[in-house]
């Protein structure tokens, strides 16, 4: 029964387009954006219908990247068993069906969370599948830098979800994964050079070598160091936070040293694999500390 339905609709394949990896995180760090706009409890119909929202335009927005990037994805080893250079689901298929989810997701938040969501929602989407797909990694090697900009607004959709406007904390936290992203892409773009350069996909490993991407890597994780202690000198954060940052901050920076001193991509992907825990555990750090303050608060407010 599993098989046939499976046949007569391809439902792996369409979840595959949706990259449920990817917007899993986007989700953590836009539910830690809710929490962190408010030192109340989150109102359960922003974030139940936030995240949806949300998480129905990523998806959108990870199907629509499928199709542009079907003849990439077909020479690269990485991407050669996506759904689309296999032929389980045809390019048009992938359109529509990411329309579809769009659609749901501006019906969504414009129905039950509020505009500025519903604006910044689709921006993002737009910025990630036509911009940087189509346009920016294609023709420059700043194309992850520039394009990052659309992979950092999830915890400024959570902010707004909440709230209903933009605040300077919550585009602190955009700048922290935006100044992620180049050495966390960067670092899997050297583990791929061959292949993004037999798909001629301009990546920095592949315009200007190995040997400089590995010092961007590692000028990016100090940058990125550097920024996370923002939160703590504008008395967003406290010591939990500066503490997890550090500790959090030494250990990308090891790893990036460890890639540029050592020859060849052998810490590559340890590189990369940190960076993703890196980032997640920072926004725990963030929500740790954050709910610590309010109850140190609360408790001296009681005395």
Known sequence: MTTAIQAAFPWRDYLDLCKPKVVMLILFTALVGMFLSTEGAVPFRAWFWGLIGIGLAASAGAALNHWVDEEIDARMERTRQRPLPQGQVRGSQAVIFALILVTLSMAVLLAFVNVLTAVLTLASMVGYAIIYSMFLKRTTPQNIVLGGAAGAAPPVLGWTAVTGELHSEALLLFLIIFVWTPPHFWALAIKRVDDYA????????????????????????????????????????????????????????????????????GYAMKTFGYSIFYLSALFVFLLLDHYARILIRAFFLDS
């Not at 940058?223 to 997890?244: C, N, Q």
């Open 198 to 265: 037999n798909a001629d996909v301009p990546m920095l490993p592949v315009t200007h070598g190995v040997a400089l991407t590995k010092l961007h890597v590692l000028l990016y994780t100090v940058l990125l160091v550097v920024v996370t202690l923002i939160p703590f000198l504008v008395l967003m954060s406290g010591t939990i936070y500066l503490a997890g940052a550090l500790a959090l901050g030494a250990g990308f920076v090891f790893y990036s040293l460890k890639l540029y001193t050592t020859e060849g991509d």
